[in-house]
């Protein structure tokens, strides 16, 4: 059975770090783009950051251009976010996913429609 599985969430103040992990098991995430999503409560799911399946090809949505940093270890099948200069309005559920269905080919997108797994989330605070 094939599962996308985040981690590295957590509390943080403001300015802090954090390293969010997704990996996969069942499938190897390395021919796949994946894609950083987060909700906060009360608010619509947004993206985030997303990678093409060879790490060539990286977006950032304007909210966390500069201060989130995706990347993946195809050897190691996961796919990382860094995560600095945490604000409380960062605060959200992260999710990962991954496009298996091969949509996006070589490329990558922000857009959630064009992912089809997803991992159950991780959450992420920040205090003030």
């Known amino acids: 059975q094939v599962q996308l599985v985040e981690s590295g969430g957590g509390l943080v103040q403001a300015g802090g770090s954090l390293r969010l992990a997704c990996a996969a098991s069942?499938?190897?995430?390395?021919?796949?783009?994946v894609g950083w999503f987060r909700q906060a409560p009360g608010k619509e799911r947004e993206s985030g950051a997303a990678?093409?399946?060879?790490?060539?090809?990286?977006i950032y949505a304007d909210s966390v251009k500069g201060r989130f940093s995706i990347s993946r270890d195809n050897a190691q099948n996961t796919v990382f976010l860094r995560m600095n200069s945490l604000k409380p309005e960062d605060t959200a559920v992260y999710y990962c996913?991954?496009?298996?269905?091969?949509?996006?080919?070589?490329?990558?997108?922000?857009?959630?429609?064009?992912?089809?797994?997803w991992g159950q989330g991780t959450q992420v605070t920040v205090s003030s």
């Open positions: 996913a991954a496009d298996f269905r091969r949509l996006l080919g070589s490329s990558t997108s922000t857009d959630a429609n064009r992912y089809d797994y």
């Open positions: 069942g499938r190897a995430l390395s021919s796949y783009a």
């Open positions: 990678i093409n399946r060879s790490g060539s090809m990286i």
